[in-house]
């Protein structure tokens, strides 16, 4: 069947990815071939000392993404996309997006990059004698409450990115278990949230006199499979600003980034592994069983249908990469030319094979934002080197990739 005819039919299936800079919108055949694909810059800021994003940017985000991937389609098939078969969303896992019965916002963001939960995830590991990070989502709803902040009383539903645009989209207030593993524990024999952790939770704050208990305000559970609702018209129009797309499309569970990565590398089965690597870095372990004790750098996950992942995650990777690589593109652009970005990254990444071993005495930190798993609450990327240091171009791009794994 030809590629136009597949897209006019409906049987095409569209996936969206909102990563830390970028989100990424593909469409595919029922193959699994890409058909066509777009993708969106964005940022995350630092407001009054919280890595956020902004209502506006993450509605821009998607619309801005799936405007370029529409903007494929007509160019190389000279057609729109009406209707689509199936639609997947997953996004940065954790993180603390919490509303109210209005369905209104109460407090800006707070992405997975911050760390101002210390407390919160000192106090929850050792209540629950599992592991909770400072990014998780339970760390930041318990923090909010150490901190006597006003809304908590407030809280309807809380939820992570890729549960906002899934409810967003169909009004299903439901997560992936991957993603649900990451706002708070799993137990893997139910695929559910663990019941006496919950129970642990609400007798922390039962002095606190909250009308909800956290099983009220947490999102449903669905494993890889499970129906999760379909695409509304509001979703529709959300999605696509043209207002050509029309609803009814099968909507998967919505999972976090891990799980994707895990599903894309292929490394669902038990004992398999991948390392993700982006603005962070992760490492995702499936075991044939569960850890046996509490360990603070050793994260407890799940694949999308549930299996546990032993999972490091280490908050800097590419940003201060990033950042180098926006440097030489200026210098280029002062020379009038026009660069390609992705060439660019080609081009100075192989330059690193040729550098030292020990990168010619090159030193650098890429600490950006804060590390837990190396004891960091707030970052300061650094490049440090003495007088007689080989600083060329190939030790400087492989003192990079050292320190992008670094902590890892």
């Given amino acids: 069947m030809d590629i136009k005819k597949i897209i006019e039919e409906g049987s095409a299936i569209i996936g969206m990815e909102l990563g830390s800079t970028k989100v990424k919108a593909v469409m595919i055949d029922g193959d699994g071939n890409v058909i066509a694909k777009g993708s969106y810059k964005w940022e995350n800021k630092l407001e009054n000392g919280i890595w956020t994003y902004s209502m506006d940017d993450i509605k821009n985000s998607v619309q801005g993404a799936y405007a370029k991937l529409l903007e494929n389609v007509q160019k190389n098939y000279g057609t729109v996309i009406k209707k689509v078969k199936a639609i ?12 109210d019965k209005n369905d209104t916002l109460l407090v800006p963001f707070r992405t997975w990059r911050n760390t101002i939960t210390g407390e919160a995830a000192d106090k929850l590991t050792e209540a629950f004698n599992f592991n909770i990070p400072q990014r998780w989502s339970i760390a930041h709803l318990y923090q909010a409450i150490l901190n006597g902040e006003e809304h908590v009383k407030d809280i309807a539903f809380f939820t992570t990115l890729a549960g906002f645009i899934h409810w967003k989209l169909t009004g299903k207030k439901v997560l992936g278990v991957g993603d649900a593993s990451g706002m708070f524990p799993i137990n893997d024999k139910t695929n559910d949230y663990d019941k006496a952790m919950i129970e642990t939770f609400d007798g922390l704050i039962a002095d606190k006199g909250y009308s909800w208990k956290l099983a009220d305000i947490l999102p449903g559970v669905l494993v890889a499979g499970d129906n999760a609702g379909v695409l509304t018209d509001d979703g529709a129009k959300l999605l696509d600003v043209s207002g050509n797309l029309e609803g009814g499309a099968l909507v998967c569970p919505p999972e976090g980034d891990a799980g994707t990565g895990m599903a894309a590398t292929n490394s669902v089965r038990v004992r398999t592994g991948n390392v993700s690597a982006g603005t962070s870095i992760f490492s995702m372990i499936v075991m ?41 593109k200026q210098v280029l652009e002062l020379y009038g030319v026009e660069v390609d970005e992705d060439r660019l990254f080609d081009l100075i990444f192989l330059e690193a094979l040729k550098g030292d071993p020990d990168c010619g005495g090159l030193v650098g930190f890429n600490y950006f934002s804060g590390e837990p798993v190396t004891g960091f609450d707030a970052g300061r990327p650094l490049f440090v080197r003495t007088a007689n240091s080989k600083f060329n171009l190939p030790n400087f791009m492989r003192m990079q990739l050292f320190n992008a794994l670094a902590a890892l």
Avoid: Q
Wanted: net charge negative; aromatic share 8%; proline share 4%.
């Fill in 288 to 328: 044939a069983e569960n850890l046996k004790s509490v360990h603070r750098e050793i994260d407890v996950v799940t694949t999308p249908e549930g299996a546990p992942v032993a999972m490091v995650h280490c908050n800097n990777c590419t940003s201060e990469i990033n950042a180098w690589e926006g440097l030489f």
């Fill in 88 to 99: 997947g969303v997953s996004a940065m896992m954790h993180g603390y997006l919490a509303f």
